[in-house]
């Protein structure tokens, strides 16, 4: 009859395996006399007991770096809110006419975001439709007048604070982390986006409601497009000569550069790497508005879209 004996191999002080011994169960113990060797019964000598290894298994401690403490979740008061955008009013909504050609989008993000005025009376009316007569009434110009397959800018803000979409695919590119090319800033147009804020802003600023919804675009763009405030808001004389977005305005970016900031860095500071500063130009004297919807140089001969 045959026992089986169980004993550990162990290499460097670590576990390798088991290695099952079979032996006669008589040579488990001592015996007295050598068993004699038949042609039934071979010959085997004794073989001494193995020494018990320590219970391995049992002392095996998990390492530390395995350890892992649950940790709660940080409480929903705690966390930052993500920064919402305005009630945008799409084209449609405002009614736009279709553009003559679509709108070219291109595979990567905007890295500035150009403030300008529309150049356009300061006017008292602040409702939704006085808001979609404007975007209107720009669309018209641009296309009848300059010639352009749609409206220039990307978003137009109306002095009673209505966020309205503007070229064509405007908020389709967005979404997709995309940038639509727009005709507002001559020779940059393929790397920035445009905001106009109803009114002429030579002397006095925007409505409190039209500066709280550019506000609130500019952080919501920021956030979107990883963008860092304070080299990516810019007017649009920093890249023409145009007083655009007129005096009193450009002097309250610095401000508004910071409200941004200000309200980005609710736990998001560090998401925004994008961008790079530039150096204010020396202009000479800027030209103003020669007539309404002038805000400056919007296209450069070169760039290949209307």
Known sequence: MFV????????????A??????VPAEASEPSSSPVPSTPDTPYMPDIPDMPEMPPMLEELEPPAALVVEDVPP????ARPPIPRP?????????????????AVVLDRVPD????HHTATPNRGETSLEAAFRLSRAIQRYHMRHNGWDDIGEQFTISRGGH??????????????????VGAQTAEHNRHTLGIETEGTYMDDLPP??????????????????????????IGHRDLNATSCPGDRLYQHLPALREEVARRLDRGYGAHYSRGYRLAVPHWGPLPGPAHWHDHGPALGPHEGIR
């Not at 940080?74 to 008061?77: F, N, Q, R």
């Not at 966020?163 to 639509?180: S, Y």
């Not at 675009?217 to 860092?228: S, V």
């Open 17 to 22: 395996g088991a290695v099952l011994l079979r």
């Open 86 to 102: 305005p009630r945008i009013y799409l084209r449609n909504e405002w009614e736009a006419r279709p553009p003559t050609s679509r």
């Open 74 to 77: 940080a409480p929903e008061s």
């Open 112 to 115: 500035k975001l150009i403030v």
């Open 163 to 180: 966020v309205m979409e503007g070229r064509n695919h405007t908020m389709r590119a967005i979404r997709r982390w995309r940038h639509v």
């Open 4 to 15: 089986a004996r169980r004993s550990f191999l162990t290499i460097g002080g670590g576990l």
């Open 208 to 233: 409190q409601r039209a500066m709280d919804a550019l506000t609130r675009l500019l952080t919501w763009l920021c956030w979107h497009y990883e963008l860092e405030p304070s080299v990516a808001i």
